[in-house]
Each structure stands twice: as C-alpha cells, then as structure tokens.
C-alpha cells in the first residue's frame, strides 16, 4: 500500500513492519490480558451475570423500550430543529442586515453554549411555567428535545448555509440572468441542490443527537437507554456486563448510521448529474459547516474536514 | 441583582472546567497523535486497530464512558488512579481519562484529515528529487499537514471545552454542575442561565476566533 508518508515497502522494510507487529501484537495482549483477568478477579465471567441478556424479557421490559426513548428523542429533536436550522441558515444569507445580525447572533451564541446546560435549563423552565401543561413524567422529555433543538437548530443552520455556500457561483448567475427573483434563486435553483448537498452532513448530526440523548438520561432522568442500566444491574447485579451491552447497541447504532452517511457522500460526490459540491459527513463531533468560519469558503466542500477529500 | 450568588463558587466552578480543559485537551492531543500515527502507519495491525479505535469510541456517547469511569472503573475494579480516599480529586481524575478516550478519536481524525489534505504528489515529487523517508516527512508532507490541522483541531477544542459539562454526571464540581444546583435552589433562572451562557462563550469565543484566525493564515493555498 502506498500513501503520501511511504512508497511500497521494500524487503528491509517489510522486516521492520514485521517487528514493529510482533511489538504491538505483544503491548496488546498483555493490555487485553491484564483487562480479562481484572473482569475475572472481580467475578464479571459469571454466566449469570451475562445470561439476562439472553432472556427476551429483558429486551422487552427494560432494554428496548428506553432504546424507543432515545429514538423518540433523538427524531423529534431532528425534525424540530432541521426546519428552524433551514430557516437560520437562510436568514445568515440574506442581503439585509436586520435579517442577518440577529440570525448570527442566535447561531453563533447556542452553538457556544453546552447542550447540558440547555437541558437543565430547559427542564427548570418547563418545571417552573409550564407544570400545569407539562407534567412532570414527560417533562424530561420536553426538556431534552428543547435543549436538543436549541443546540442543533444553530448547527444545522450553518449546514445549511454551508451547503448553499459550497454551490459553483454560476447556478446563482445563470438563475438571475433568465430574471428569477432572489426568493426564485434561492427556492427553485439553490435550495432544491443544497439539500442534496447536505444529506451526508445531517445524517452525521444525527448521530451527534442520538449521543447527547444519553446526557438527559443521567442528568435529568430520563427513561432512555442509559438510564436503563440503572433498573437493569439493580434487578441483576450486573454493572458491567449492562453497560457493556448499551455501549454495543449505541455502537452498533451510530455505527451504521456513520456508515450511512459515508455511503451518502461517496455517492453523491460520483453522481454526474450534480454539480459535484458535497458537503462531508465530517467526523461527527463538530459539524462540517465549521469549517465555514475557520477555513474560509471553497469552492467544494468537505475538503479538509476528514469526510474523505475528493 | 446578582446577590443570589453569594455562596456559590462560580469562579471556582469555572477555573475546574478551564483545568478539565487543559488536561484533557494534552492528554487527548498526545493519545490522538499516537492514534493517528498508527491508522496511517504501514503496519497494517496498527492500522486496523486505530480504525476499529475511532470507530468504537466516537460512537459511544460521551456519557456512557464518563459514567463508566466512575461506576465501572473506580466502584467496580477499583481503578482509583492513585485518589482511593480523595474523592474530589478522584472523580477529577476519572474525568479527565474518559474525556481523553473520547476525544482522542476526534483528535486521531482531524490529524489524518490533515494528511490526507497533503497531495500524494507532493511525496511522489520529494522522493524523485532523493530526499529519504524522514527528509520526505519532515520537509514537505508533515509541514503541509500540520498547517491544514489547525482548523480542525480548533473544532475539537471548544467542542472538548463544552464538553467538560458532561463531568457533571459523576459529580465533578464544574460550571455545569453548580448551574443545575444553582437553577434548582434560587429563583433567579434566566439571570442564571445568562452568568453561565456567557462563561462558556468567554472561554470558547476568544479560542475560536485565534486559532481561526492562526488557521488561516498557516493554511496552504491550493
């Protein structure tokens, strides 16, 4: 395999490749060695401890409905926040000021402040003006959408304007010379490629959604798949073996949503009928559209922002 | 208007997320260097096991690996990292080494980006000329990459700084801690929310605009 950093190995470094194997193959197992005996010591082998998971109890009582939770939560909180952010991302775009500042503003300012802090604000404010409406089983709920949204409305926004920004100039020049109007540009010649544009770039979000679910489990106790474990190791004793299970099902989960969005862009960056700008799927802790404010615009984008370069 | 502050260590809660930050920001930049060395490394056992690394860990929620230091870790096996009694500096501790797991993976990704960033050409020219392997990398390849970096790494620095919150879960006394505690005892709740917004925009908005600003100016033109 050659890449930028080496050329095809010849026979000294095959050799060295070799050792450098057997060293690492060595540090390895004795990290996974000294893992399983310490599992072993503290009697997490036991059969029983693990058997539950067997069982489709289990399954049905305790892990599957909290995986319905954050499911619940994660949609709705797309499906709130992605036409706020459309609008948002608009807004930035637009040609007047008193349309773009505060709409900067609003972007700039909740994508600054921890998603936590959104929720727990969030949960006090429903408990505190809304208690009559809201009652307090579904408040986490409530709570955790909102902050969601707030955070992930402002994320996508700048998704969106990165995904109109990462359009070839001419669509907008060609749109304007047969006479559209700025609203026609934007409605029938940006918005409709953009969105195609994004697709990669909104799916990964999703996944950073699906994540930040598990933080209303704990902070603000809501029933989803994190805050199973609670019910789970108590009814069993089996700390361990309960997380390690929900760690695989969010892995397992956000993995192929991850590969989802990969196969999106690979895809759509093939397609020749597009005009060949993507915006990345990114690597899923800041979105690609970040790259907006540090990086400058370019005329593709995903470029640098680890979703594969063209 | 702010006397309901008065007993709250709001600095103090403050100056813990800033050290959160800075620690776990070192250790997470050394691991995710190591990280990415190896998922670009020709040793092809490496390279698998960054990959299934970043993959594994950037899938889990942040939550689920910081609970897990503090019930799985610390009660569980009795990993203390060396505070068995001290319990503040315990959970500090425990923090720090879920935040480092976690974002060494995003770290490890914006470093390959980097790299792949670099031309192959560029290699392919430096090698034609003579230049060996180490000459190859610290002269044209590494140079290049270590400009295209900033960018991304800024990225996971104010993301590694919002998400030092998250040790609120194992009850590390941080900003996002006393704010729940805060919201939950006084009534004052958007004069709150406002003190707090605006201690997280102080701390993120200055990294974001220098190093944007240095990510600019380092970055290659092509």
């Known amino acids: ?310 | 208007m702010f006397d309901f502050l008065e007993g709250y260590d709001l600095l103090g809660s403050f100056w813990t997320t800033v050290q959160l930050t800075v620690f776990s920001g070192i250790g997470s930049l050394v691991w995710g260097t190591l990280l990415a060395a190896m998922r670009v490394s020709p040793v092809p056992l490496m390279r698998g096991f960054g990959t299934v690394y970043v993959n594994v860990v950037r899938n889990i929620p942040l939550t689920v690996i910081i609970v897990f230091t503090s019930l799985g870790l610390a009660d569980t096996f009795h990993i203390t990292l060396g505070a068995p009694d001290d319990l503040k500096a315990q959970g500090f501790r425990l923090a720090v080494l879920g935040l480092i797991v976690y974002h060494a993976a995003f770290v490890c990704e914006a470093i390959r980006s980097g790299i792949n960033t670099v031309p192959v050409g560029q290699a392919e020219a430096a090698r034609a000329i003579g230049l060996n392997f180490t000459q190859v990398l610290t002269l044209v390849v590494l140079p290049q990459a270590f400009r295209s970096v900033v960018a991304p790494l800024t990225n996971v620095l104010i993301a590694l700084t919002k998400n030092t919150t998250i040790a609120a879960a194992i009850g590390v006394a941080e900003a996002g801690l006393l704010m729940k505690e805060i919201v939950e005892t006084e009534a004052q709740l958007y004069a709150t929310v406002a003190i707090f917004a605006l201690g997280f925009v102080i701390l993120t908005l200055p990294t974001g605009l220098l190093l944007g600003w240095f990510g600019k100016r380092v970055a290659v033109k092509r």
């Open chain 1, 1 to 310: 395999m050659s890449s930028v950093l080496y050329d095809i190995p010849g026979p000294k470094a095959k050799r060295r490749n070799l050792i450098f194997s057997a060293v690492f193959v060595v540090l390895f197992a004795l990290v996974a060695w000294w893992a399983i005996k310490l599992m072993g010591d503290t009697d997490q082998w036991v059969w029983a401890k693990w058997e539950p998971f067997l069982t489709a109890d289990v399954w049905t009582t305790y892990l599957l409905p909290a995986l319905a939770n954050t499911l619940k939560a994660a949609a709705l909180s797309m499906v709130i926040a992605l036409p706020l952010g459309a609008v948002l991302g608009i807004a930035r775009l637009s040609d007047h000021r008193w349309v773009r500042a505060p709409a900067t503003f609003i972007v700039e300012l909740f994508r600054a402040i921890p998603v936590l802090i959104l929720m727990v604000f969030a949960n006090e404010y429903f408990s505190q003006y809304w208690s009559l409406t809201i009652s307090s089983e579904v408040r986490p709920l409530y709570a955790v959408v909102t902050g969601l949204v707030l955070y992930n409305a402002s994320v996508l926004a700048e998704i969106v304007r990165a995904g109109i920004l990462s359009l070839p100039k001419g669509q907008t020049e060609a749109a304007k010379a047969i006479g559209l109007r700025k609203g026609q540009v934007m409605r029938s010649v940006l918005l409709p490629q953009a969105v195609t544009a994004m697709l990669p770039a909104i799916v990964s979000q999703l996944v950073v959604i699906l994540k930040d679910t598990a933080l209303g489990g704990v902070m603000l106790n809501f029933t989803e798949l994190l805050n199973s474990r609670k019910t789970i190791s108590g009814f069993f004793g089996n700390p361990i073996p309960t997380f390690i299970v929900i760690a695989l099902i969010f892995v397992a989960l956000n993995f192929a949503l991850t590969s989802f969005a990969a196969w999106l862009e690979k895809r759509l960056r093939r397609a020749k009928k597009s005009t060949g700008a993507v915006l990345g799927a990114g690597t899923g802790e800041e979105p690609p559209a970040a790259h907006l404010n540090a990086g400058g615009v370019r005329g593709s984008f995903g470029d640098g922002s680890g979703g594969g370069g063209t």
